[in-house]
């Protein structure tokens, strides 16, 4: 069980048989009263968002996660499928479910995949992953300090701006949290 000193954002608690995410957090000490935290936290299959708040004393349920090294296969029109390392087993989630991830998935990648109760319901990926440049606009010579952006397909098909002077066929380190550029990769 966490306690309300325990919870920060990123923190993973359980409410009413649903896992939810801290997003953000408010510690507030009033003159007359006891402290609390405000939190706003996210349902991490459904996305619902919801503001609670946390008394000192109460408790909050810390969940039962399995964390499984996997590997990406492939996309279809069911879903993104995976492959247990360990035991060769499949598995598929729907694109709805992955959210924003599912862009940034590269086929024989090897991901960790949160469970809970036998259910996937997270994927993280590495913070930082290099992709080509499926498709670009022509670069344009000695633009390097410019700050102009013009958008660029990924060989994964998402779409990121980058600056004016890369082009296609290019290999770009990605920051997979925000889908920003960070620099061009060799």
């Not at 492939?74 to 995976?82: A, E, P, S």
């Not at 344009?140 to 700050?147: A, C, E, S």
Request: no cysteine; aromatic share 10%.
């Amino acid at each position: 069980m966490y306690s309300m000193s325990d919870l920060k954002v990123g923190l993973k608690i359980e409410l009413d048989s649903s896992i939810y995410i801290v997003t953000t957090y408010a510690h507030t000490n009033p003159g007359k009263g006891q402290a609390f935290v405000k939190v706003k936290i996210k349902n991490m299959k459904t996305g619902q968002v919801l503001e609670k708040t946390f008394k000192k004393g109460d408790s909050i349920k810390k969940p039962d996660f399995e964390d499984k090294e996997m590997q990406y296969l492939y996309k279809d029109d069911q879903g993104y499928h995976f492959m247990d390392t360990a035991t060769y087993e499949q598995t598929f989630i729907e694109e709805e479910q992955l959210g924003d991830v599912g862009k940034f998935l590269q086929e024989n990648a090897n991901v960790k995949v949160l469970f809970h109760n036998e259910e996937m319901i997270d994927i993280q990926l590495p913070a930082h992953l290099v992709f080509v440049i499926s498709h670009t606009e022509p670069g344009l010579k000695g633009d390097t300090t410019g700050t102009a952006t013009k958008p660029a397909t990924l060989d994964t098909g998402a779409i990121i701006q980058v600056p004016l002077f890369v082009n296609e066929g290019e290999k770009v380190r990605v920051d997979t949290r925000t889908g920003a550029y960070i620099e061009r990769a060799k």
